[in-house]
Structure formats: structure tokens, C-alpha cells
């Protein structure tokens, strides 16, 4: 199936554009974290369940789990350990950081924070073997195309609700459940090759 044809400019409007803020601007912000937090999750993409230390703190996700919430740390400097595999991690404040758990090692991805507060934004990673497109079936529009194996990438997005999908070449489309995205919600999709999994994103307690 061929990837996405050329996308009328009234499409990526719809999308990306500029929203018109209905609340007052001050409401739309949120008190401000702790200046020496920062945020680290973990995506599990073993199919087992996983356990690291981060410091003196000790991380697990199930089986069953592709996606953590964030776990609120302190920023510096961890020495992490996964099996046997020790990785020195700096984590500045108030960076958001997801660790993908593979078979062998930790790799880790910086997630960028949201700017806008009338956005949302959309996270796409791409653990499959070839690149991948996460688009919007009903308006035609590509979010990510092509995006290269082993990567992510993130985008600010419209409010809006939305039907998401995977596509790759000589595969079959890989359809989302429909998505309602609110302001200054994060929503990540992680694609396999073999599975999708979306999940919005959430915080958890500190460590």
C-alpha cells in the first residue's frame, strides 16, 4: 500500500495549527514541579517482567505492561542496573525520560515536555525493524512518516478527537483505538513491527 499522498493544507491545519484558547490564559498553566525534579519511566519491549535499579530506587514493570507511568525522581547523576548491564545515567531537571528495556540493554530517549499549554502532544516510538508512519486515517494526514527504526520522535498537537493508525510497508495497517486529546495531555504509541500499544501518559508517586 503506498504511504500518504499529498495532504491538503486545510488537513494539517485541522492538526497542527494554533487553537483559539477559550480559558483564561493563567488557568492553563500548572504550578510549577519541584525545580530539581525530573521524570523516568520504562517501556518494556522483553515480554517479561523486568526489574533495574535507579540508584537506590528499584523500578519493575509486568509482562503484560509495554509502558510505565513516569516515576518522579531527583535529578543527578544514577548508576543503573539492569541483569548485569550497569549504565551511568545523568538526568537533569525536569527532563522527561523514557528507558525502552530490550533484551540486552537500556535505551534511553529524552521526551520532549509540552510548550504549548492549548496543545497536546503525541509521542511515537518506533521499535520495529523498518520505518513506520503514525497518521490520521479520517484526514489523511501523517503525524510521523516514515520514521526510522530504533527512534522516536514527538509532535504538538490539536485537541481534538482522533483516529490514530501504524502503517508500514507490505504490512496491513495497525489501527488505534479512537483517542480523545486533551490540553497539555501526553499520549505515547509504541510500535513493535508485531504490536501497537497507545497509552496516555501519566505520573506516578516519587521515588
Known amino acids: 500500500m503506498p504511504l500518504l499522498r499529498f495532504i491538503p493544507a486545510i488537513l494539517l491545519a485541522f492538526l497542527f495549527s494554533a487553537g483559539i484558547a477559550h480559558t483564561n490564559e493563567a488557568e492553563l498553566y500548572d504550578p510549577e514541579p519541584p525545580a530539581n525534579a525530573a521524570y523516568v519511566r520504562l517501556i518494556n519491549l522483553t515480554g517479561q517482567k523486568q526489574t533495574i535499579t535507579l540508584g537506590s530506587a528499584t523500578l519493575t514493570v509486568d509482562a503484560n505492561t509495554i509502558l510505565t507511568p513516569y516515576h518522579v525522581v531527583k535529578e543527578g547523576r544514577y548508576s543503573t542496573l539492569f541483569h548485569t548491564i550497569t549504565t551511568d545515567l545523568a538526568i537533569p531537571a525536569q527532563a522527561y525520560i523514557s528507558l525502552a528495556l530490550t533484551a540486552e540493554n537500556i535505551k534511553p530517549v529524552n521526551d520532549p515536555a509540552i510548550i504549548n499549554p492549548i496543545k497536546a502532544m503525541i509521542y511515537f516510538y518506533n521499535y520495529s525493524d523498518a520505518p513506520a508512519t503514525l497518521f490520521a ?49 501526553g499520549y505515547s504509541i509504541i510500535y513493535t513491527g508485531e504490536t501497537v500499544t497507545n497509552a496516555e501518559n501519566s505520573i506516578g508517586s516519587p521515588e
Not at 153 to 164: F, Y
Open 137 to 185: 486515517p479520517t484526514q489523511n494526514a501523517a503525524i510521523f512518516e516514515n520514521l526510522p527504526a530504533g527512534s522516536a520522535a514527538a509532535r504538538e498537537i490539536n485537541a481534538l478527537s482522533l483516529d490514530l493508525a501504524v502503517r508500514q510497508e507490505h504490512q496491513p495497517d495497525h489501527l488505534l483505538p479512537h483517542v480523545m486529546l486533551q490540553r497539555k495531555h
